[in-house]
């Protein structure tokens, strides 16, 4: 199976300070027609994973654009320009070229 | 509004069966793949199955092979989960999904529980 690791697993953020979380495969994430699944999720206390991200640098419909990811092949990062209050919670990184789709161990991000 | 509602979870002993349902609205049920994921209480994220629109094709985690069966009924727009042979560590909040890796489209049901103890 595919490891995604991410860093670092806590991430105490200022608010309106940027933030930065890193995440890289075992094996690249180049599938065979040419896209990369990369994803990535917010998951707020209480509540279900959000997908933020998809196909490395995507935003879905409805995420602020404080939020962009960027990478290839085997490394990837997740940025908040300015964190929000409403930021608060865990973001895992996952990868959907190989099965098993695998997560990364989830980053909680806190407001100091 | 897509909606995706789970039920079906509960307290079932080791060794025990259980039968998780989602049902699906607000979309074309039939158009999309779907998907069960979990996530034991206080950790991460595990994806379980995915099934093809026709069901003609699954893909299970190892953890869950030739224990769990996953099934859809297009008809009734619902999404199924079979769990057999229930271990403590199938313990976890059980979220129906459905999801498009290349397109603005994901969405999650809210989760039901399902604990495995005695």
């Known amino acids: 199976d595919v490891v995604m690791t991410q860093s670092p697993l806590s991430l105490p953020v200022t608010l309106g300070q940027p933030a930065s979380i890193s995440c890289r495969s075992s094996?690249?994430?180049?599938?065979?027609?040419?896209?990369?699944?990369l994803i990535w999720f917010q998951q707020r206390p209480g509540q279900s994973p959000r997908r933020l991200i998809y196909?490395?640098?995507n935003r879905d419909s409805g995420v602020p654009d404080r939020f962009s990811g960027s990478g290839s092949g085997t490394d990837f990062t997740l940025k908040i320009s300015r964190v929000e209050a409403e930021d608060v919670g865990v973001y895992y990184c996952?990868?959907?070229?190989?099965?098993?789709?695998?997560f990364g161990q989830g980053t909680k991000v806190e407001i100091k | 509004e897509v909606q995706l509602v789970e039920s079906g979870g509960g307290l079932v002993q080791p060794g025990g069966s259980l039968r998780l349902s989602c049902a699906a609205s607000?979309?074309?049920?039939?158009?999309?793949?779907m998907s069960w994921v979990r996530q034991a209480p206080g950790k991460g994220l595990e994806w379980v199955a995915n099934?093809?629109?026709?069901?003609?094709?699954?893909y299970y985690v190892d953890s869950v092979k030739g224990r769990f069966t996953v099934s859809r009924d297009n008809a009734k727009n619902s999404l199924y989960l079979q769990m057999n042979s229930l271990r403590a560590e199938d313990t976890a909040i059980y979220y129906c999904a459905s999801t498009r890796r290349s397109e603005n489209f994901d969405y999650w049901g809210q989760g039901t529980l399902v604990t495995v103890s005695s």
């Open positions: 094996q690249s994430l180049l599938y065979s027609d040419g896209s990369t699944y």
């Open positions: 607000g979309f074309t049920f039939s158009d999309y793949w």
């Open positions: 196909k490395v640098s």
């Open positions: 996952m990868q959907g070229t190989h099965w098993p789709w695998t």
């Open positions: 099934i093809k629109q026709d069901g003609s094709v699954i």
